[in-house]
């Protein structure tokens, strides 16, 4: 995977973004490779991001989960934090959440948010998912996940003290699935926002979180 992204780089691209699902939380094995790859991309002027599950709404749920489950869902947030030091960029897979409501769903973006916040270095991009897709199923609702909540839920989670973060922002995922309706609330809530309304103004968006 290392001498794969000194190829991405030598084929002129800006950088490498890493998609491994499913990661359990205290992967090692994901850590190791982060640190080896990190040399590479920055050797080849690039930039090295990463996907990332989402943080444990609460003590331990990843642990829980795993055991019912075998399937990771979260990850604990000192984990989140492990990973987002080892890149350039974490983008926060933050849809997908079985929530029924957006009022839920705004909450539970906002809470990641902040959990996120809380554990990713300054030098680290921090990145956001918005749900720009629209199938049904048991993980997403359409009409619970929508952009215009997911925003909101950022927003609200951004304090006082990091809403002027500079390396801060959200990624699209995905933009060929997107319909005007979510264009029109990303432009409206996030893309023209003010410095005093709690968003990060002139860093909007980056790459989408599953797409290089």
Known sequence: MVASARQ??????????????????????????????RPAVRAGGG??????????????????LGALTGRPKW?????FGQVARRVDQIAAMSYDTAMPWESLYGGYVAH??????????ARTDLLMGLPFFHTNDPGHRAG??????????????????????ERFGVALYVDFAATETDWAAYRRD???????????????????????
């Not at 619970?144 to 973060?165: F, K, P, S, W, Y």
């Open 8 to 37: 991405v780089l030598a084929a002129g691209f800006d950088g490498v973004h890493l998609d491994l699902e499913p990661a359990h939380s205290g992967n090692a094995d994901l850590l190791r490779l982060l640190e080896r790859a």
């Open 47 to 64: 930039v090295l991001s990463v996907a990332a599950h989402q943080i444990d709404p609460l003590p331990a749920a990843h642990t829980v």
């Open 190 to 212: 996030w893309g023209t926002c003010r410095p005093a309304s709690g968003c990060a103004p002139g860093r909007p968006t980056a790459a989408p979180p599953d797409r290089p």
């Open 75 to 79: 990850w604990s947030q000192r984990y």
């Open 112 to 121: 990641q948010t902040k959990l996120a916040l809380e554990v990713t270095p």
């Open 144 to 165: 619970a996940e929508t952009v215009a909540a997911a925003v909101r839920g950022v927003r609200l989670g951004l304090t006082r003290a990091d809403r002027h973060r």
